[in-house]
């Protein structure tokens, strides 16, 4: 095969990608149109009932984020030529940067069965004394739907190899291979981190009790803060402290779905700190997102477009998913050919929106 045939393979494997992008969110873009036709029929309220719902709105959309953009990730490849995997010999795709740690994702064949399983590998240093708690879910994708499914759940306290040995029966490979190709996802959801906790430059202990007026509590830690001063930085605190809601009248408020020290890191951001580095900012800027702090999501931005070392595709991921503009123009504006495309393909849909999927088909049709 001809150097110039390998190349177009290359290009049609791009273009496919993009374009199966491009066709779920187009699915779920008409979807999105019909309910707003539907809810553009229904009568207009007054301007009591309006404050209610928006302040709901504001709780509600953090909820949805926190679904959405929580650190839950999905890892995919499409593994060929899979029928002459040798016995007891691994093929690991991956290395995709997620919260400071790169993931990998491998399968190996044994005698009666094809195993799967993932492992990572942390990039900043970490202490002898931690921990990753995750919740996974194993998919190989078969024809006509005829997916197989497996969940998981793991504490790691080192960096080793997870899955199953006997994920799917050699006797029902073909059933599973198109093109002799198999399609495989690991969804991963952390669910708790400890050990990787940087060295605090504020204090939000007890000891700030004489100058707060409110006490905000992740998992077992309480932050002493006050309420005026991130409802100013925040719209989701603005309603949840001045809205009409039970919490608005706590000492004590439960916050869920998030991680201490990413909290930790986010509260140093809006009080002025200097706490974003490569190792926080992913988290950072999540919490930014999840709670409409644009004050802390713009230094994020600042940090990604002037400091950051993370790669292209991972500033592009978070640009996108996260609705930084500036960051997003900058990175495109650094694709300038059709292996820069290929080096920034996502391996989950929803690491990018459906604008930043169409321009990237813009650029490979300019550069095919």
Same mark, same amino acid.
């Given at each position: 095969?001809?150097?110039?045939?390998?190349?177009?393979?290359?290009?049609?494997?791009?273009?496919?990608?993009?374009?199966?992008?491009?066709?779920?969110?187009?699915?779920?873009?008409?979807?999105?149109?019909?309910?707003? &036709?539907?809810?553009?029929? #229904?009568? %207009?309220?007054?301007?009591? =009932? +309006? /404050?209610? !719902?928006?302040?709901?709105?504001?709780?509600?959309?953090?909820?949805?984020?926190?679904?959405?953009?929580?650190?839950?990730?999905?890892?995919?490849?499409?593994?060929?030529?899979?029928?002459?995997?040798?016995?007891?010999?691994?093929?690991?795709?991956?290395?995709?940067?997620?919260?400071?740690?790169?993931?990998?994702?491998?399968?190996?064949?044994?005698?009666?069965?094809?195993?799967?399983?993932?492992?990572?590998?942390?990039?900043?240093?970490?202490?002898?004394?931690?921990?990753?708690?995750?919740?996974?879910?194993?998919?190989?994708?078969?024809?006509?739907?005829?997916?197989?499914?497996?969940?998981?759940?793991?504490?790691?306290?080192?960096?080793?190899?997870?899955?199953?040995?006997?994920?799917?029966?050699?006797?029902?490979?073909?059933?599973?291979?198109?093109?002799?190709?198999?399609?495989? &996802?690991?969804?991963?959801? #952390?669910? %708790?981190?400890?050990?990787? =906790? +940087? /060295?605090? !430059?504020?204090?939000?202990?007890?000891?700030?009790?004489?100058?707060?007026?409110?006490?905000?509590?992740?998992?077992?830690?309480?932050?002493?803060?006050?309420?005026?001063?991130?409802?100013?930085?925040?719209?989701?605190?603005?309603?949840?402290?001045?809205?009409?809601?039970?919490?608005?009248?706590?000492?004590?408020?439960?916050?869920?779905?998030?991680?201490?020290?990413?909290?930790?890191?986010?509260?140093?951001?809006?009080?002025?700190?200097?706490?974003?580095?490569?190792?926080?900012?992913?988290?950072?800027?999540?919490?930014?997102?999840?709670?409409?702090?644009?004050?802390?999501?713009?230094?994020?931005?600042?940090?990604?477009?002037?400091?950051?070392?993370?790669?292209?595709?991972?500033?592009?991921?978070?640009?996108?998913?996260?609705?930084?503009?500036?960051?997003?123009?900058?990175?495109?504006?650094?694709?300038?050919? #059709?292996?820069?495309?290929?080096?920034?393909?996502?391996?989950?849909?929803?690491?990018?929106?459906?604008?930043?999927?169409?321009?990237?088909?813009?650029?490979?049709?300019?550069?095919?």
């Amino acid at each position: 095969m001809s150097n110039n045939e390998k190349d177009e393979i290359v290009r049609q494997e791009i273009l496919e990608e993009l374009n199966s992008h491009k066709r779920k969110f187009d699915n779920i873009a008409e979807k999105l149109q019909s309910i707003e &036709e539907s809810i553009s029929k #229904i009568p %207009k309220i007054d301007d009591d =009932e +309006k /404050k209610l !719902i928006e302040d709901s709105n504001v709780l509600n959309n953090r909820n949805n984020k926190k679904l959405e953009s929580g650190k839950r990730f999905v890892l995919k490849h499409v593994f060929k030529n899979v029928v002459n995997l040798g016995n007891d010999v691994s093929y690991s795709a991956g290395g995709v940067e997620h919260f400071n740690i790169n993931w990998y994702m491998a399968i190996e064949r044994n005698e009666s069965f094809l195993e799967f399983y993932f492992y990572f590998k942390t990039i900043a240093p970490v202490g002898d004394d931690w921990s990753i708690d995750t919740k996974v879910e194993f998919r190989m994708m078969g024809n006509n739907n005829n997916n197989v499914i497996k969940t998981a759940r793991n504490c790691f306290k080192t960096e080793e190899e997870y899955g199953f040995g006997n994920f799917l029966d050699l006797r029902d490979l073909n059933d599973y291979l198109i093109n002799d190709n198999l399609t495989a &996802e690991v969804e991963i959801e #952390i669910l %708790k981190m400890t050990g990787f =906790e +940087k /060295k605090r !430059i504020r204090k939000f202990d007890e000891s700030q009790k004489d100058v707060s007026d409110v006490i905000l509590v992740v998992k077992d830690t309480k932050f002493y803060v006050l309420k005026m001063y991130l409802a100013a930085q925040s719209s989701l605190f603005k309603a949840l402290f001045l809205g009409n809601f039970s919490e608005s009248k706590m000492t004590e408020i439960p916050l869920t779905g998030i991680e201490p020290e990413d909290f930790q890191h986010f509260l140093e951001v809006l009080y002025g700190e200097p706490s974003i580095d490569d190792t926080t900012v992913e988290g950072v800027t999540l919490l930014a997102d999840m709670y409409d702090a644009p004050t802390a999501k713009r230094r994020c931005e600042e940090f990604l477009l002037e400091k950051s070392k993370k790669t292209l595709k991972k500033k592009l991921q978070l640009a996108s998913r996260y609705h930084m503009e500036k960051l997003k123009e900058k990175s495109m504006g650094e694709i300038k050919s #059709i292996e820069d495309i290929r080096s920034v393909i996502p391996e989950n849909v929803d690491d990018y929106d459906h604008q930043t999927t169409f321009e990237l088909l813009g650029k490979f049709n300019f550069f095919h």
